[in-house]
């Protein structure tokens, strides 16, 4: 299965890139894992929310046209524990899904249209992070999805 990390915008901390790497070249043990960014809209200063969400939306649409499953990362969705979320990762691999792609969106979510398309939402927490945290978290907590599917020892219950 191959799993694709769809972001919003680059990650301009230098410290935050390194640390996201090194999960990266840890999931390549696991699985077929692909990081893409959307570019960033310019201009947007004066741009409406809704406008800036569609205009996203478009793209996200454009980018995920091959997924099988698509799922959002949002404030709004469940909030599984790292090994329900390991649960949910297996219960795609399992079914045979070839392609599963987790998106994190903009600044101010996504639109109406994204929403008609998914599979699933889920929320890392109740709190408030940084797009730029939120991508770092992520994909800890995917290895650390991988890491309990395997029974290895880096999660501890």
Known sequence: MKITLLVVGKTSD??????IDNYIQRLKHYTDF???????LKNTKNMPEDTQKGKEGEAILNATENADEIILLDEHGDQPTSV?????????RNK???K???VIGGPYGFSDAVYKQ??????????????????LIFVEQLYRAFTIIKGESYHHE
């Open 14 to 19: 230098e410290y935050i890139n390194k640390l």
């Open 34 to 40: 692909e990081w893409q960014t959307i570019a960033e």
């Open 84 to 92: 329900e979320f390991s649960g949910i990762i297996s219960k795609y």
């Open 96 to 98: 045979g899904t070839r």
């Open 100 to 102: 599963l792609v987790f």
């Open 118 to 135: 998914i599979s699933k939402k889920i929320s890392l927490s109740k709190m408030t992070f940084s797009h730029q945290m939120v991508r």
